[in-house]
C-alpha cells in the first residue's frame, strides 16, 4: 500500500489500513458523480484466529449529509483471519459532492471463545481534484 495516503487504526490487536484512489474514469463532475476505490486490509496480531461478521460504515458527504450502510461480512464473505495473517479486500464509493469522509466498524468473533467485539476502521478521506482544498 504505497504512493497514496493509508490510514490506520488499531482495535484489539487487530489493525485495519485503508488506502483510497480516486476513479477519474467513472467520475462524471458535471454530473454530480464522484467516484472512489478504497483497499482495505486487515490484519490480525492476536494469538488467536478472528472472523468479521458484519460491517457498520458511516459515509458522509461534502455537504455533511450522512448515510449508514450495514450488512453481513464484506464484498460477500465473512473472512476467518488466523493469527498473524490478513485479509484484504477492494470495494468502492460514490457520492455527489467532490469530497468526504467514511469510517466505521466491523463486528468480529473469536471463534474459539466466541467472544463478540468490534473493530475500528479508520475515517479516511475522499478527495478528488475537482475540489478547491482537501479537507483532510
Known amino acids: 500500500m504505497e504512493n497514496t495516503p493509508c490510514f490506520e ?3 484489539d490487536r487487530v489493525r485495519v489500513v485503508v488506502q483510497t484512489f480516486w476513479l477519474d474514469d ?12 478504497y483497499r482495505v486490509r486487515i490484519e490480525n496480531h ?11 460504515w458511516r459515509i458522509v458527504d461534502g455537504q455533511g449529509r450522512i448515510e449508514r450502510v450495514e450488512g ?18 477492494m470495494s468502492g464509493a460514490a457520492l455527489e459532492t467532490p469530497t468526504g469522509f467514511m ?6 468473533v473469536r471463534p474459539g471463545s466466541r467472544e463478540h467485539f468490534d473493530i475500528s476502521i ?3 478521506s475522499l478527495d478528488s481534484p475537482h475540489h478547491p482544498t482537501i479537507l483532510h
Not at 467513472?26 to 476505490?37: F, K, L, M, N, T
Not at 492476536?46 to 457498520?56: E, K
Not at 469510517?103 to 468480529?108: D, K, R, S
Request: aromatic share 12%.
Open 9 to 11: 487504526a488499531t482495535t
Open 26 to 37: 467513472q467520475s462524471e463532475p458535471d454530473e454530480h458523480r464522484y467516484v472512489w476505490a
Open 46 to 56: 492476536g494469538d488467536t484466529a478472528v472472523q468479521l461478521l458484519r460491517r457498520s
Open 72 to 89: 453481513e461480512g464484506v464484498v460477500g464473505e465473512q473472512p476467518l483471519i488466523d493469527a498473524a495473517a490478513s485479509f484484504e479486500y
Open 103 to 108: 469510517g466505521g466498524q466491523y463486528h468480529m
Open 122 to 124: 479508520p475515517v479516511f
